[in-house]
Each structure stands twice: as C-alpha cells, then as structure tokens.
C-alpha cells in the first residue's frame, strides 16, 4: 500500500482528508531513522466534532447487519484479515520502526502478536464463547440465556506498541459483532490508520471499523462528542493512568462502561536461590525493550541480600550485551522526566551501576540502572516509562510483598526462583495481573487474559476474556 500525502481519515470507507486546518505535522525525527526505510507522509488529518459524529453514525448505520452476520463469515474474513497482515509484514514492520523510532526486534514482536491475536479471533467467532447458555429450568419454564453485542465502540491505542495494540483496541469488539472506531495515537497514526485500512482491504463491510485521530488541543472535543453519542456503548483504552482516569470518570457519567489497561510500576523480585544469569537476561529484556516504553516493563527489582551483590554485578556487566540498540524515547519530553527522575534519586541517595553518560541529544537517554531504591524517591512510586530500572535489596521476600503492597498499581510482576511451589505460593500473593515465574515480566499471548489491578485498570484484554467484554447477556424465559 502506498502511503497517501496526507494520512487521512477513514470514515465509512472513504478517506477524509478536510478540515485542512485540523491537520498537524508527523513526529518522526530524520536523523534516527534508517534512510533506506520508505519514506512517510508528513502531514496527519486531524478530526473535528463533525468527522467524529460522521464516524459513530457510519458505525451505527453498519452495526444491525454487521451482528447479524454469521459467525462462519465473521470467521472467514478474520482468517483473511490475518493473511493479509502477514503479507504485509515487512511494509507496516518499516511504518512502525519510523514512526516510534523502535528495533527491528520490537517490530517483529508487535507483528507476530498482531497475526496470532486476530488468528485466535478467527477460532472464537464459531465457539461456544458466544452462544450463550440454557440453564436449568422448572418443569413449565425454559430460560435461554443469548450474547448479544453491544453497539459502536470506541477504541483508543496507544503509540508504544502500535500495531498489536491498535489491534486490539478493536479486534475483539468486531469479532463479538460489535462495530468499532480506531482512535488512533497522534505520535503513531500512520500505524493505526494501516490498521483500519486493512479490515477495508480484508473486505470488512462498510463503517465496520472506522478510524480518526486528532490534534492534542481537539482530544477532549472529539473524546466527549463520541463517548456522549447514544450509539457508541462501551469504550477500551490503552494508556497513562491519569488519561485513564479522565477516560472513565468521563464515560461514566455518560453511564458507558469501559475496559482501561493502564501504567504499571512493575517489579522483579530475585530470591535467593534463583539462576542469576537467567534472571540478570530477563531482567533487562523487561526493563529495556522498546526502551522501557511498556506498560509491563520491569520498573524495579526487588533482589534478596545474600545474592543482592552478584546480580548487580551481573546487570552491570551484561547491559549492552542484552539490548544493545536502547538509546531514544518517543519525544523529549520522556527524556526531561525521565531525567528528572534520576535526578531526585540521585539526590536521595541512589547511585548509577554503571555511570552512563545522558546524553544531550534530543530524545536520547541509554538505559540506566540505579542502586539504592527507597519509598521516599519520585521513582519509589512513580512509573517510569523509560530505559530506566531500579534496584532494591530486600531481606527476604516478605519484605519484597510488603513493598509491592505500598505500589498503587498492580499490572505485571516477575519472581525468580529454583523452587516453583514457593514461588507459586508468593505469586498469589501478589495484587497484579500476571506474575512471570523466572520469565520477563513483559509478557502476552493471545490465548491469555491481559489487564491489571488498582491504578493499573480493570477488565481484560485476550483471548476469549476479551471477546466477552464486548457483550452482554439477554435472558428469555419460555412459559408453558
């Protein structure tokens, strides 16, 4: 697919490209980007309340049909949804490496996640997962419980993982018979608008899936204009905790329910009988990937005293070695806080393993390790979002729960351990989502529930956990 001019919207299988002075300038920085990738537009079109109203009512006039559509036709088109993707692998792998200014190896992830995703929502279109259930009943009554979709949706995707995540934000909607709108993000809406365009390509009926973005100033009028429409019933969203926390207050006072995967400060705790060297790999695969710009990555690694020296020593001695091509974040404003952050440690005590040199390049911050962790540091409860990871010794691992306690999010953790049964007994101990057990703690699979506790959001992502967030049940009652 050639890249348009101007990366339009896509309302009702037209592309949009008015009002002209809603359009905003791309993000990508020339100089970190590989010349030989193709190059992209320049120019994004931004919606306004009237492209946001046209996209919902294009949803609306789409969705009667659209969950009346067998579940052998909504099979066939995600099977050819996942055939073209994976055709078009090497095109939206350059798109996302330019855009978010990522390594080919987090490109391949989002690819191979994105395929599998929708390969598993190919499979539960015709399972049991949405044929609801006939309960028992009396000798003169029969109840019949039906899933029925629930309406238009709106999906916002975050830019850190643009393809899978902009899959998701709609994916499942679509497969329970729902229709959706793809809110894309405006630091990767080249990404997002591939994404609305394939369901088009793959033959997805007309407003089946429609997709805008906005300038930032426009993101409160457009967010309000859709989640106040009668049509649009539910909203999913990816991203910060506070944006998060405006998403839901807003749709709740519209009485619209919402499914929010949100920030997490996400710990690694090493005990003392753990593989260190499988721990130290881990550890910095969690915490640098993508440059730390996951929801999941390692925050902080809770390590045991008796072997607190050796895995430091073991982090310090293997960081270039694990991830060697960490070295931007998305925009300068994650460098300044990020910086900001290491400052306020540093001041309190907390000491660099390793000592890189922050670079004064836009956008540019290595990954860093800081020793010497506590509660009373901005990083101690902040999230970091960044190539940026935390150690803290610990005496045992009542300690370490007793710290993570303190945290008020609860997405991902990781422990490190030879003895499974313990380490299953402190797992379930943990207030988070999914605990890694001698695994990174960024970590998703299409056949699993994603999603976290307290500040890190509610409901799940996956598999057929996913699939059922968008509908609801209907019970009929037959009397004799």
């Not at 550890?283 to 710009?293: H, M, P, S």
Request: aromatic share 6%.
């Amino acid at each position: 697919m050639a890249e348009p001019k101007v990366i339009p919207l896509l309302i009702d299988s037209q592309f949009v490209v008015e009002p002209i002075a809603y359009r905003y300038p791309a993000n990508v920085v020339p100089s970190l980007i590989d010349q030989s990738l193709p190059t992209l537009s320049d120019s994004i079109q931004g919606a306004d309340k009237a492209a946001c109203l046209a996209a919902v009512e294009s949803c609306a006039r789409a969705f009667p049909a659209w969950a009346a559509t067998s579940p052998f036709e909504k099979r066939r088109l995600f099977l050819k949804l996942s055939q073209l993707l994976r055709s078009k692998g090497e095109e939206i792998r350059g798109i996302v490496e330019q855009e978010i200014s990522c390594s080919r190896l987090w490109s391949y992830i989002n690819l191979e996640d994105s395929i599998g995703l929708i390969d598993e929502l190919a499979a539960l279109t015709t399972s049991d997962k949405l044929g609801g259930s006939i309960p028992m009943g009396t000798e003169k009554s029969t109840a019949l419980v039906f899933m029925e979709p629930l309406g238009v949706i709106l999906g916002i995707a975050p830019w850190n993982a643009p393809l899978i995540l902009g899959i998701r934000s709609v994916a499942a909607a679509v497969a329970a018979g729902n229709t959706a709108i793809l809110k894309g993000s405006e630091l990767s809406p080249r990404t997002h608008f591939f994404i609305a365009n394939l369901f088009l390509e793959a033959g997805f009926p007309r407003g089946v899936v429609n997709f805008i973005t906005h300038r930032a100033e426009n993101a409160v009028e457009c967010f309000d204009t859709i989640i106040n429409h009668t049509a649009v019933r539910k909203c999913n969203f990816t991203g910060s905790t506070a944006v998060g926390r405006s998403v839901a207050s807003k749709a709740g006072a519209a009485l619209k329910p919402v499914l929010l995967e949100l920030g997490g400060k996400n710990f690694a705790v090493v005990l003392g009988d753990a593989d260190l060297d499988k721990a130290c790999q881990k550890i910095l695969e969690g915490a640098f990937l993508n440059n730390g710009q996951i929801c999941m990555s390692t925050d902080t690694v809770l390590v045991v005293e008796s072997v607190a020296s050796d895995l430091k020593a073991k982090l310090a001695g293997n960081l270039s070695v694990v991830l060697p091509d960490v070295s931007h974040v998305i925009t300068d404003t994650s460098r300044v806080r990020l910086k900001r952050l290491l400052s306020d440690a540093q001041s309190k005590g907390g000491q660099l393993l390793g000592a890189p040199q922050i670079e004064s390049e836009e956008r540019s911050f290595p990954p860093t390790i800081i020793d010497a962790i506590t509660s009373n540091m901005d990083f101690g409860h902040l999230e970091a979002f960044g190539p940026l990871l935390g150690i803290r010794v610990v005496g045992n691992e009542q300690e370490a729960l007793q710290i993570m306690a303190e945290s008020t999010y609860g997405l991902s953790a990781a422990i490190f351990s030879r003895n499974h049964f313990q380490a299953l007994q402190l797992a379930r101990q943990m207030k988070v989502g999914a605990v890694h057990i001698n695994g990174a703690t960024v970590h998703d699979a299409p056949n699993l529930p994603h999603g976290g506790v307290g500040d890190s959001g509610f409901g799940r992502f996956g598999a057929h956990w996913g699939l059922i967030e968008f509908v609801q049940t209907k019970t009929i009652i037959i009397n004799e």
